[in-house]
T-cell receptor, first 112, second 113 residues
Framework: NAGVMQNPRHLVRRRGQEARLRCSPMKGHSHVYWYRQLPEEGLKFMVYLQKENIIDESGMPKERFSAEFPKEGPSILRIQQVVRGDSAAYFC??????????FGQGTRLTVV | SQQGEEDPQALSIQEGENATMNCSYKTSINNLQWYRQNSGRGLVHLILIRSNEREKHSGRLRVTLDTSKKSSSLLITASRAADTASYFCATDAQSGGYQKVTFGTGTKLQVIP
């Protein structure tokens, strides 16, 4: 049973480009969380999704950011027209019914 | 302060000593968890303590929970250099009909060999 898989591990984008971050939850998990971590800081909640539904996106910027978790395939965090301030590590976590969340290794986005 | 706030922010100890980290939170919770993050890596789940539990052990880890004070502590006994990492507490609580997990800002632990 593979763990939470995130790809790519590292992503470099120029200002104005789009970034797509993928997260495949653990088998059997239908809950996905996305977090952002700036250097030397903690995790900031962005969005919580269940299959085909966004449950809570209160931590996600209203513009340029979107997330989905389709019935088939990975969850996608999409950042349009990236800016330097978007540079961070983005972590995905998945869970089943219980509270324990399993994390991926993260995607490190660098905007140049 | 935010839900799930750890202190100290940074801690440096000698190998073999005990390390204690604290976490305070604001709202009622169902569970509290501690995670570890090695530099540049994802988070690894260490231990979960339920709101009706007061203390829990796992190997060299000891977690306490005081719901009246809305605080928890993580004790690592006989620390090793490999324990060097950031440690986060995470609380989950009912929010708008679902369980929302919120992380603190973390304690950065350095264990000096």
């Amino acid at each position: 049973n593979a763990g939470v898989m995130q790809n790519p591990r590292h992503l470099v984008r120029r200002r104005g480009q789009e970034a797509r971050l993928r997260c495949s939850p653990m088998k059997g998990h239908s809950h996905v969380y996305w977090y952002r971590q700036l250097p030397e800081e903690g995790l900031k909640f962005m969005v919580y999704l269940q299959k085909e539904n966004i449950i809570d996106e209160s931590g996600m910027p209203k513009e340029r950011f979107s997330a989905e978790f389709p019935k088939e395939g990975p969850s996608i965090l999409r950042i349009q027209q990236v800016v330097r301030g978007d540079s961070a590590a983005y972590f995905c976590a998945s869970s089943s019914q219980g509270p324990e969340a399993f994390f991926g290794q993260g995607t490190r986005l660098t905007v140049v | 302060s935010q839900q799930g706030e750890e202190d100290p922010q940074a801690l440096s100890i000698q190998e073999g000593e005990n390390a204690t980290m604290n976490c305070s939170y604001k709202t009622s919770i169902n569970n509290l968890q501690w995670y570890r993050q090695n530099s540049g890596r994802g988070l690894v789940h260490l231990i979960l303590i339920r709101s009706n539990e007061r203390e829990k052990h796992s190997g060299r880890l000891r977690v306490t929970l005081d719901t009246s004070k809305k605080s928890s502590s993580l004790l690592i006994t006989a620390s090793r250099a490999a324990d060097t990492a950031s440690y986060f507490c995470a609380t989950d609580a009912q929010s708008g009909g679902y369980q929302k997990v919120t992380f603190g800002t973390g304690t950065k632990l350095q264990v000096i060999p």
